[in-house]
């Protein structure tokens, strides 16, 4: 849902970056063309164009891409690399794991109770 927005921002924060002469090779927000494919698609539902049927396909056809996504980012993770990295990666990506469980947990509990 924040995927957009967080890419936005991001891109805008390392455009300024480079704009006060800090290490970086782009003068511009950099705009990865997924996420107008994603913000294309949310207007497109929120305007009703898609069928009821279609969506169903749709949700199906979205959960093998995804999956397919994150198998190819895991089978491209090189383990000796990223031992060489040290601790500090993996403690971030701990950190993120529990941010990310502990506040979906959260929002669940306040949803559903």
């Not at 950099?30 to 305007?47: K, Y």
């Not at 056809?61 to 993996?90: C, H, Q, S």
Request: hydrophobic share 55%; charged share 15%; with cysteine.
């Amino acid at each position: 849902m924040l995927l957009a927005p967080m890419v936005l921002l991001l891109g805008s924060f390392c455009a300024g970056r480079a704009e006060r002469g800090e290490p970086s090779k782009r003068k511009s927000a950099p705009m990865p063309w997924f996420v107008l494919g994603f913000v294309a698609m949310m207007l497109l539902n929120s305007l009703g164009v898609i069928p009821e049927p279609e969506k169903a396909h749709l949700v199906q056809a979205t959960t093998f891409l995804l999956t397919i996504a994150l198998a190819a980012m895991g089978l491209e993770t090189d383990v000796l690399k990223l031992r060489a990295k040290g601790w500090k990666p993996l403690l971030v990506g701990a950190g993120s794991w529990l941010f990310i469980s502990a506040s979906s947990l959260v929002l669940v509990e306040l949803v559903y109770s």
